[in-house]
Structures are given as C-alpha cells and as structure tokens.
C-alpha cells in the first residue's frame, strides 16, 4: 500500500513517547516481544518490506520515554527530577537511550532518523552533537529531521501546510488523513482524496515533501477509509509522476494562482491545476517563450494565446492556455 500511493520512502514509529518499542530491545523490557498480543518483534518486517520494495527506510525516535524510570518525565505535567540535581540518574537515562539509538542504528542502518520530543530538554542535555556524530558515523549518508534541537537536516512542520515556504532549503509537512495520528474509531473526520492531493501539490511548489500518516488498527490492518484514499493517490501520483518525482520548487504564486513546480533543468514548468479545469489557466509574467504545452498523464495539447503585451514596455502580459 505504501508503494502503490506513489511514496518513495517510509517512517516508522520505532518507539514513542510512551516508551514502547516495537523490536526486541536489549534496553528494557518494555518491548513488542515481552509485552504485547503479537508477541514478536514488530519492526524487522516492516523495515525488510520496505527494502525489498526499493522504499527509503526511515524510523522515528522520541528522545523522552515516559515509562522510564530514570527519565525526568512521567507524563507531560508530571516531573521526576532535574537532571541538575541527579545527574547520576540523568547519565543513567543517556546511556539508556542513547543504546537504542545505537542498536536501532546497526540492526536496521536506516536511511533517515526522524527524533521528536526534543523540547523537553536542551540540546546540552540530550547531547545532540554527540548523538549527531555518533549516528552520521555508522552512515555518513544518513538524514536527520530537525527536531534534534535543531541540529537536523530538514524541517518538519506538522499538520498546518505552511503559508509561506518555510525559511529551511530542506522540509516535509507531517499530515494525518483524519485528525488523529494513531487508530480512532470515532474519528471520522476524513480529508478527501483530493483534498490531500491539494496539499501535496502546495508542498511540492514550495519545494517540499509530504510525510502521509497512516494509522493502523490494532490487528495491523489500514481502516477502509484510509485505503481509499492511498489508493485514489496513488492513481493520481502514476499519472503525474514526472510532475512529482525529480522536480523543484515552482515559480511564485505571484505568476500563477495554483501551486507549480520546475523540472531540474528549468525548462519545463509544470502547473497544477486546483478546482474546476474546464476552463482557462492564466499565467502571469512569464518572459520564457513556450514550445509546447500539454497534459501529463494522456499528452493532450493545449493551445495558448498571449494578451495584454505591447512592444514598449518589458512587461510579458498574461498567458491564457485553453484547458478544453
């Protein structure tokens, strides 16, 4: 499902804030093994599924771990300790986390690390650059997000697409399908397939990714809604790929109302199209002179008329290209 939506690379939840980890750790025993229905490490096959598929493997970390005893943290409200006061029990925590960190890194040796949950502490106490070094060592191509207190690779805004493209040269918005990030039954409140693609679209003409959450039932199986939508998006991401896959950030909104985006060699501008496309698609201010436009996915080709440019002054008029 997550090949046939188009994605080219995956993250999972390896451990979250409640300190739960998917493969059998040797830190702890707070593990899928020892402590839960399935009764068996969680992550391998998934991680092996992804490689096997030619996807870019990722893994998610939080950096607390609330179950932990030797964490200053029980809950978000709940303290423990400052690790001013018990730095032996803090050094404690450290070598604990920083040991999943390691054995995550030499069991699966993923192609991205996706930390959270770094705001509870400095980046002196978490030892970032320690961390950092320690991770780009056993992979010197590996990524790091940014929330590593800011000593990542890329950005990563969550849930609200940007208005205005983030300042980082690199980021990803992190979107939920509903408006939970795990399994609600109750939850109902479905963006549609072409709302998303909406989004998606708006990312890529800002020069980003889209990170898709899915979130499973207990049993591991995707609830039906969810299906239809990864479905529906990856019809539409085959379709389009050379509109997606390779290119850059696009022209600004102030040339086109609707995200674009550039190929790599900046000679073919891709528009996309938002609502009704039965009309006609204006651009504005654009000098380039244009060979061909046409439709990816069937090829059809459009024709286009310039208006409103005059010989005496540099401003290139209005491009209308006939959609229909």
């Known amino acids: 499902m997550i090949e046939t939506c188009g994605a080219k690379y995956a993250v999972i939840t390896s451990k979250h804030h409640d300190g739960f980890a998917l ?6 025993n707070l593990n899928a093994v020892e402590h839960s229905s399935a009764g068996r490490d969680l992550l391998t096959p998934f991680v092996d599924g992804l490689r096997n598929r030619g996807l870019k493997v990722g893994l998610y970390f939080s950096l607390p771990d609330w179950s932990y005893g030797d964490y200053t943290h029980h809950t978000k409200t709940i ?3 400052k690790p001013d006061r018990e730095p ?3 050094e404690k925590y450290l070598d604990y986390y920083q040991g999943q960190l390691m054995e995550l890194s030499e069991k699966y040796d993923p192609d991205l690390w996706w930390f959270d949950g770094d705001w509870e502490h400095s980046g002196e106490e978490w030892q ?3 961390v950092r070094s320690m991770l780009i060592k056993k992979n010197p191509g590996v990524i790091l997000n940014s929330r590593l207190r800011g000593k990542g690779d890329y950005e990563t805004p969550e849930q609200g697409p940007p208005v205005v493209r983030p300042a980082a040269k690199y980021w990803e918005l992190c979107l939920t399908m509903n408006d939970s ?3 609600q039954a109750n939850d109902n409140h479905y963006k549609t397939p072409q709302q998303i693609i909406d989004i998606f679209t708006d990312c890529i003409s800002k020069g980003g990714n889209l990170l898709l959450d899915i979130g499973p039932k207990a049993d591991g199986t995707i609830p039906e809604e969810q299906v239809g939508i990864l479905k529906e998006l990856g019809t539409w991401t085959g379709k389009h790929k050379d509109a997606i896959y390779g290119t850059e950030r696009g022209i600004p909104y102030d040339h086109f109302y609707g995200p674009t985006a550039l190929s790599q060699d900046s000679t073919i501008l891709y528009l996309f199209v938002i609502g009704d496309s039965n009309g006609q698609v204006t651009l504005k201010g654009i000098s380039n002179k244009i060979n061909r436009i046409w439709v990816i996915g069937n090829g059809t080709k459009l024709n286009h008329k310039v208006m409103s440019k005059v010989f005496w002054n540099k401003y290139p008029g209005l491009t209308y290209i006939e959609s229909n």
């Open 88 to 90: 032996d029990r803090w």
């Open 79 to 81: 303290t423990r300790y």
């Open 181 to 183: 990030w795990g399994y």
């Open 23 to 28: 493969w059998n750790t040797g830190y702890g």
């Open 128 to 130: 970032v650059d320690k």
